[in-house]
């Protein structure tokens, strides 16, 4: 009996000593110091290539949280220089868009806002890129609907015309005829269907 508890006791310490390694050591820092260089080399040159080297130093899945001082003065940078991006996506331009879904990992507070108002009215720009890169990015949604019911029309008591675009996004979406993009087009238009324009 006193054996098989010493077998199962050193077993287990040789387990834990297996997997320390693994658990014990913590995911390295995320380097908001590179971020902030790389973005502010995109806002002064919004070239294909920076954009790039932005996307690049972002997380490729979960969230970073802003919070401390690194991270929210570069959240802050990219406030102050966001009409670059802007003008860049709304000229439809593949890695600004791409860059602006990925932003998401790192996004809240204004930069959400911001985020998914520019990124929901670029559905109306060109709703198979929007899909696409909807569908590469997808894991940085928990829901959709922040994203999808931000409108243009930011004034809730102008509630006809956010009724308007509501119903111009549906369509517009389902005027894409891709296969490939069928299962996301349709997940689009079922949350905004079910969005209600209070009154």
Known sequence: ??????????WIMLW???IFPVFGQADPAFDWKALGENWKAYATDPSDENALEVYKTL???GFVSAAGEHGEAVAG??????PVLERKIIDKNRPAVRLGFRMFSIASGALAVRLNLLLGN???????????????????????????????????LD?????????YR?????????????????ECVRILKKIKISK
Do not use: C, Y
């Not at 940078?77 to 966001?82: P, R």
């Open 16 to 18: 834990g000593i297996a």
């Open 59 to 61: 997380p490729e899945k």
């Open 122 to 156: 670029f559905i109306g720009f060109d709703p198979p890129m929007f899909l696409e890169e909807l569908g590469l990015h997808r894991d940085l949604f928990p829901s959709l609907e922040p994203l999808l019911g931000s409108f243009r029309v930011d004034d809730t």
């Open 77 to 82: 940078d990219i406030l102050k220089g966001f």
């Open 170 to 186: 549906i369509n517009i979406l389902e005027s894409v005829g891709a296969k490939s993009q069928k299962t996301l087009k349709d």
């Open 1 to 10: 009996m006193r054996k098989n508890r010493a077998a199962v006791f050193s």
């Open 159 to 167: 509630a006809d015309a956010r009724e308007l675009e509501r119903k």
